[in-house]
């Protein structure tokens, strides 16, 4: 018996984390099915991570893929080769399309194009969009297009406002199952030496180096303004690419002792103000934070998920820009508050502060943050309730 081989394609960081999410539960449901990935942005980690072949060429784009925030983005991105880069992908997937029996797109209009292309049967999670950015989801005519197709069996939303929405716009085969980014949020027990009667706040400068270098250092500002108001504690996730290194040359920039491992201490006044990193306590951080100053993508969606407030700011880009977190709090709501519009702007560090020392004095809005993280991301269990439904599209077709 031939094993039947399902092509996951995807274009960035979450997306490919989302997608990884899928298939594992996937494989546990139907380990007789061969998967092999398609990372169309990056290098595909989440992938490698979990040793699932790759397919096609990949490389790291100075915008890591988010060109859209800003035309210049674009620009960088096609001087390095987007082009070449596109139709080298499409040409090997064109060559590889006999050998896949079934796709799954995670993103937007890239891979659902590039689903389409192969001629099988494809569904999408369309997890980079939801009619929450604007009340109505306008999708581009080349992804409605594609969506249309009879090859197009499910079109699967990060939530179910942007299902019925699409729905109502005569797309019968849009569908909410679950989201799955809260399933990777299980704690591992990292003992993070907090002091229980203090507030904690969770840092995430995100996970594109230099960019989350550049954010770290604003946010360490932040914390500065931050402790001349109240006793708090800092703890920071970090990414395997941001190095020791890379902390011992920033706290040098920026006034800061380090001290091995992780920790980056200031006089601050009278006061000492410690900053503790981690590099494998994500869960475990975001878990018993109190709130998040934030200037990430899926990790601050992960917060929401989890009913913590974030206060953001905005940073250099190219992802994070003011552009990017306005269009976060449009897409999750009320928990989440940008202070200023341009990380040049030196009155936003003290405003920040100020708005993270009422928040965390205010319970009524802290109780509000828990029922909003549930309609804007929903539960755990989304990457199972993904997995069955596509295995049962996948069985249908025999």
């Not at 999408?124 to 581009?140: C, Q």
């Not at 980014?181 to 904690?200: C, E, F, K, R």
Request: a neutral charge; glycine letters at 8%.
């Amino acid at each position: 018996m031939v094993k039947k081989q399902i092509l996951f394609i995807s274009n960035g960081t979450g997306e490919d984390l989302n997608a990884s999410l899928i298939l594992q539960s996937l494989l546990k449901i139907a380990p007789h099915l061969n998967i092999i990935a398609m990372a169309l942005v990056g290098s595909g980690n989440a992938y490698q991570r979990l040793g699932i072949p790759l397919i096609g060429p990949r490389k790291i784009l100075p915008s890591g893929g988010i060109f859209y925030t800003h035309f210049f983005n674009l620009v960088k991105d096609l001087s390095s080769g987007l082009v070449g880069l596109t139709l080298r992908q499409i040409q090997v997937l064109w060559n590889y399309r006999q050998h896949c029996h079934f796709c799954v797109a995670v993103g937007d209009i890239f891979p659902v194009t590039m689903a389409y292309l192969t001629g099988r049967p494809f569904v999408a999670f369309l997890v980079s969009t939801s009619s929450f950015y604007e009340g109505k989801l306008r999708l581009p005519w080349l992804t409605r297009w594609c969506l249309r197709s009879p090859h197009c069996l499910a079109v699967f939303t990060r939530d179910a406002f942007t299902a019925e929405d699409l729905q109502q716009q005569g797309m019968s085969k849009a569908i909410f199952v679950g989201y799955p980014i809260l399933d990777v949020l299980a704690p591992t027990g990292q003992d993070l030496s907090l002091n229980p009667d203090l507030p904690m706040i969770a840092i995430l400068p995100g996970s594109r180096v230099p960019e989350a270098l550049h954010n770290f250092t604003l946010q360490l500002k932040v914390c500065q303004e931050i402790h001349d108001l109240e006793p708090v504690q800092f703890r920071v996730p970090l990414v395997s690419t941001i190095t020791e290194q890379d902390l011992q040359t920033l706290a040098k920039n920026e006034g800061w002792e380090y001290h091995s491992l992780g920790k980056l201490i200031k006089k601050n006044h009278d006061k000492t103000i410690l900053i503790q990193c981690y590099w494998n306590a994500f869960a475990d951080i975001l878990q018993q934070c109190n709130l998040v100053l934030g200037m990430a993508g899926t990790a601050v969606e992960q917060a929401v998920g989890l009913g913590k407030p974030v206060v953001q700011i905005p940073g250099l880009g190219p992802q994070f820009t003011y552009g990017f977190a306005e269009a976060q709090m449009r897409l999750l709501g009320s928990s989440v508050k940008t202070i200023g519009k341009h990380y040049q702007d030196p009155t936003i560090l003290t405003e920040a502060a100020h708005t993270i020392h009422a928040i965390l004095k205010d319970s009524q809005y802290l109780t509000h943050c828990l029922e909003n993280g549930y309609q804007r991301v929903g539960k755990k269990g989304g990457s199972d309730s993904l997995a069955n439904a596509i295995y049962q599209l996948i069985n249908d077709l025999d």
